[in-house]
């Protein structure tokens, strides 16, 4: 697992030597180990859009701690850090789809990161696990495009 977030740390967003990721590495648990995989911008999904399909399939639900990503994979858990709040979260959506962004929260993980008021705050992203095998996407009924 952490040999995984080893193998990922430098990729995307800001590098380690980003004051934010400093910072963060100096208070965090798996700093010793691993440097944070991604340093950026998070928001969160409205609740309109609660009951929505995500790309895993399930319904998106505001008061579960789930978000997207890009690139990780679905299923991949992360760790979410902003100041000295930290929350746990699955990845099992794509995006977020707003340039400079790097992670869309539900807002029960937003809230607990205290960033729900503000609504984009900057975060470092660690990952806890990844799936064994990445989950079967839905598919598409048979004519459908």
Same mark, same amino acid.
């Given at each position: 697992m952490l040999l995984a977030a080893a193998a990922l740390a430098g990729c995307g967003g800001r590098p380690a030597s980003h004051p934010v990721a400093a910072a963060v590495k100096l208070q965090h !648990?798996? /700093?010793a180990k691993s440097a944070a995989y991604q340093v950026g911008l998070a928001s969160f999904y409205s609740d309109k859009l609660a009951g929505r399909k995500t790309a895993s399939g399930e319904p998106?639900? !505001?008061? /579960?701690l789930t978000a997207a990503h890009r690139s990780l994979a679905i299923g991949t858990v992360v760790e979410v850090v902003?100041?000295?709040?930290?929350?746990?979260?699955?990845i099992n959506d794509r995006g977020p789809f707003v340039k400079g962004?790097?992670?869309?929260?539900s807002r029960r993980a937003a809230k607990e990161l205290g960033i729900e008021r503000a609504g984009v705050a900057e975060v470092a992203i660690y990952v806890v696990s990844v799936p064994r095998k990445a989950p079967a996407l839905p598919r598409r009924a048979a004519g459908r495009t």
């Open positions: !648990p798996l /700093a998106y639900n !505001p008061r /579960a902003h100041g000295g709040a930290r929350v746990q979260v699955r962004r790097v992670l869309d929260l």
